[in-house]
Nanobody, 116 residues
Framework: QVQLVESGGGLVQPGGSLRLSCAASGSIFSIYAMGWYRQAPGKQRELVAAITSGGFTNYADSVKGRFTISRDNAKMTVYLQMNSLKPEDTAVYYC??????????WGQGTQVTVSS
């Protein structure tokens, strides 16, 4: 059984920062990439950022220069540092783990609200 547990969401004012964490546990083999997706009300889930086991990163255009993804392989944890947050960043953020065989695991989601 694989579990992804997210933490770090909350309410922040525009221009503020938050750091999301996602810890993976269980029988985990051959991870291809870990990443973060988000889903705002009435919108489709979208990729925010991802990082491969080799350290290659990919970001949505809307967060480039503001968000940074990183991972600690020993702790099987992925982080998302979010700076200069905007109201349009408000969404439920989901941790994702993509295995080499193409299987996806998802976290339960954490709410991020950017509002004054």
């Amino acid at each position: 059984q694989v579990q992804l547990v997210e933490s770090g969401g909350g309410l922040v004012q525009p221009g503020g920062s938050l750091r999301l964490s996602c810890a993976a546990s269980g029988s985990i083999f051959s991870i291809y990439a870990m990443g973060w997706y988000r889903q705002a009300p009435g919108k489709q889930r979208e990729l925010v950022a991802a990082i491969t086991s080799g350290g290659f990163t990919n970001y949505a255009d809307s967060v480039k220069g503001r968000f940074t993804i990183s991972r600690d392989n020993a702790k099987m944890t992925v982080y998302l540092q979010m700076n200069s947050l905007k109201p349009e960043d408000t969404a439920v953020y989901y941790c994702n783990m993509l295995m080499d065989n193409g299987y996806n695991y998802w976290g339960q989601g954490t709410q991020v609200t950017v509002s004054s």
